[in-house]
């Protein structure tokens, strides 16, 4: 595959009026998310969730990809279609997270480090065998008590360029995350001023691993305050600082940004989005590749129960409609009432 091809890729991820459903919970994340519901989190509950949001026709057609977990790019639907191919039949594209999460960075007090590089150019080919065309890797990034420290961040950003290179080597588009978390108590400055810091070395780093910017996708956090933060921000500023932050950091060879949630309520994470898409005036397609902000609400009106299907279809619908108009900057607060 060749640049263009890639690039290709890249585009449809971030196509006007659509976005990234990251699916891509590891079992541990999963079953925090069942508990919430009372589901018990057992490979087949896992299964017919997943099923259930992948046989969304309508709540699909506003999703370019989905960011699938290991177990689910094997998993076959309860008729035996491999899932891989219902999202292929919505005309959404299959990706898959091929970091393995994160472990305390010796020698860096309190950063962590994300693992998954070793083996990683060999899984690679296996994932696109089986019909992955995108890839994520996410590097957690703690902005308070001091952190994160040189060393903490150039490791992790460090990582997720030779990612991106081996990525694009087995003719994979990566998702290039370095999420900032929004759960301290850090304020809207903190967050513009580490996220700013992160950016810029992750482009360095990018460029010295040779990673073909035409070729990836950026996948950062909003500016925001941290969740524990004693000054809250409008959602004007948020879209404001953002913007700012992004354009002093990422290169317009980048086809386009798709923001992840962290844990904004979801229709704060869609006010946002919406909020930068109606400012306009950066050179890439923004839009969103929302986990907990997509799925929070299909997961509670499905609580794991048979008869409750079509309603957790038509919460992810809603969601994934009210996101896709956001992306286009065509989302109002009055949409939120029309429940599809
Ligand atoms: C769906 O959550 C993803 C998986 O996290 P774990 O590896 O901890 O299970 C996560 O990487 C996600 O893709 C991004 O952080 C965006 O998700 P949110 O919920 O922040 O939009």
């Known amino acids: 595959m060749s640049l263009a091809d890639l690039n ?51 709540g699909m057609s506003y999703i370019s990809g989905v960011i699938l977990y290991d177990e689910t790019i094997w998993q ?36 962590v480090i994300t693992k998954g590089l070793d083996g990683l150019s060999k899984r690679l080919p296996k994932y696109y065998e089986q019909g992955a065309r995108f890839a ?37 588009v990566p998702i290039v995350e370095p999420e900032v978390l929004m759960d ?16 810029k070395e992750t ?27 004693a000054k809250k921000a409008g959602i004007e500023e948020v879209a404001e600082q953002t913007i700012r932050c992004l354009k002093s950091c990422v290169p ?9 949630s962290g844990g904004q ?15 306009g005036g ?3 397609k923004m839009t969103f590749s929302y986990g907990r902000a997509l799925q929070a609400a299909p997961q509670k009106a499905w609580s794991g129960k048979k008869e409750n299907l079509h309603a957790g279809q038509a919460a992810f619908t809603h969601r994934a409609r009210m996101n896709g108009l956001a992306s286009l900057g065509k989302w109002s607060p009055e949409l939120e009432k029309k429940v599809a």
Not at 153 to 169: E, G, I, K, M, P
Not at 184 to 196: F, H, V
Not at 203 to 229: C, D, R, S, T, W
Request: hydrophobic letters at 40%; aromatic letters at 8%; charged letters at 25%.
């Open 76 to 111: 076959k639907a309860e008729d035996g279609t491999p899932l891989v191919k219902l999202i292929e039949a919505a005309g959404s594209i299959p990706g898959i997270k091929v970091d393995e999460g994160t472990e305390d960075l010796a020698g860096a007090r309190g950063d």
């Open 265 to 279: 309520s979801d229709e704060e994470a869609t006010a946002h989005l919406d909020a930068m898409n109606k400012l």
């Open 282 to 284: 950066f050179p890439w």
């Open 203 to 229: 482009f360095q780093q990018l460029y010295y691993l040779n990673v073909e910017l035409e070729g990836i996708v950026l996948k950062p956090n909003m500016i925001v305050p941290g969740k524990k933060a």
């Open 184 to 199: 301290g108590d850090n304020d809207i400055e903190q967050t513009y001023a580490i996220t700013q810091w992160v950016l």
């Open 136 to 172: 994520k890797w996410r590097a957690v990034i703690d902005p308070t008590g001091g952190r994160p420290s040189y060393a903490g961040l150039l490791s992790n950003v460090h990582a997720l360029a030779r990612y991106a290179n081996l990525c694009q080597a087995a003719n994979i």
């Open 8 to 58: 290709k890729v890249a585009m449809a991820m971030v196509a006007p009026g659509r976005g990234i459903l990251a699916a891509d919970e590891s079992s541990g994340t999963i079953k925090k998310r069942f508990d919430a519901i009372g589901v018990e989190s057992t490979e087949a509950n896992r299964r017919d969730y997943r099923e259930m949001l992948f046989r969304a026709k309508e």
């Open 252 to 260: 317009s060879a980048v086809p386009g940004i798709a923001f992840l």
